[in-house]
């Protein structure tokens, strides 16, 4: 596995790394399995896939401790590899399917979360801990401080963002240096690529992109109209049987792609997403071993240049993104 630097000065990881959100939430419960989760994500490690991301809200707390309980059972020398990150801020009020969390990030729950959070993981101190989104409610100041005591503290090696704009990032900058930035980017959904991205180049931060697979729709696998009602798709405007037929040129494209390069849709999707920087690493979630080897093969596929045009060029998708 072809390695970078998470971000400046930080540890090196794998270039493709692990998300391991739908192995307990917003996807098909009927599909889960804890211990092939478990297996996957020790299988991820042998990989070299060594990044792996989690939140306190996945489950609510289910992937934290079904995490733990991976990391906890691998050699001393594979879990000296592990970059371990995981997030607080978002709260799981309402479990209705397609209730989106609420949001806390007052400073007295940050570090109550901290605590919950090294508990479940069993561990003393978390890598990278991310604000998974920024509160209203609560000035960023306050939010960013604490988590900023938790680095003095020992508890945090680093802290990193999620979800935010630049301004957001400028602000908590000047209090603490911002790690790492996690936001969703893909051949779908490219917002970051205007300002988020390029402040993270300026300042040395990684980027972290979830669903660059588009939530597997550029996977080239799913089926309009097959999810079932606690799989959020089932309640996302881009998987509707009309946005999904619309949005069909842009799966074809990336289907030729592959087909130029003996690789799968998936593959140059990540390679793609690969491509937009230094500090990029991708976290594509997945549930099964061979999902996991085919996606960590997209980190030796380097697209050639009139084939990174060929996708930029690509239309918008039908349909929000949430």
């Known amino acids: 596995m072809q390695t970078r630097e998470l971000f400046s000065g930080g540890p090196t990881v794998g270039a493709i790394g692990l998300g391991c959100m739908g192995m307990s939430w917003a996807y098909s419960p009927a599909e889960r399995d804890d211990d092939r ?16 991301d989690t939140a306190d809200v996945y489950g609510p707390f289910h992937n934290e401790e079904l995490v733990g309980r ?15 990150a ?70 945090v090696r680093a802290i990193g963002m999620s979800e935010v704009d630049v301004t957001e990032l400028n602000g908590a900058a000047a209090i603490h240096p911002v790690a790492t930035v996690q936001s969703e980017l893909s051949l779908w959904t490219r917002g970051p690529l205007t300002d988020v991205l390029p402040w993270c180049a300026r300042h040395g931060a990684g980027f972290i992109p979830f669903s660059p697979l588009g939530r597997g729709f550029l996977t080239g696998t799913l089926k309009a109209g097959s999810f079932e009602g606690k799989d959020f798709r089932a309640h996302n405007p881009r998987f509707g049987v009309d946005a999904m037929a619309a949005n069909q040129q842009i799966l074809d494209t990336v289907v030729a792609v592959a087909g130029r390069h003996g690789a799968t849709p998936a593959q140059v999707a990540l390679a793609w997403v690969l491509a937009q920087g230094d500090r990029v690493v991708p976290i594509p979630g997945t549930k099964r071993p061979e999902r996991l ?11 050639p240049a009139a084939d990174l045009a060929t996708l930029d060029a690509l239309p918008e998708p039908v349909g929000s993104r949430y």
């Open 37 to 52: 989760s478990v297996a996957v994500i020790r299988r991820a490690v042998d990989l070299g896939v060594t990044l792996i």
């Open 70 to 84: 991976a990391l906890a059972g691998l050699a001393p020398a594979d879990r000296e590899r592990v970059t371990l």
């Open 86 to 155: 995981t997030k607080a801020g978002l709260v799981a009020r309402d479990r209705t399917p397609g209730k989106v969390p609420s949001r806390d990030g007052r400073p007295e729950h940050i570090k109550a979360a901290c605590q919950d959070s090294l508990r479940r993981l069993g561990v003393d101190v978390i890598d990278l801990y991310q604000l998974h989104r920024v509160d209203p409610e609560v000035p960023l100041a306050d939010t960013w401080g604490a988590m900023a005591e938790l680095v003095e503290a020992g508890y």
């Open 293 to 303: 080897d085919e996606n960590a093969g997209a980190a030796g596929l380097v697209l």
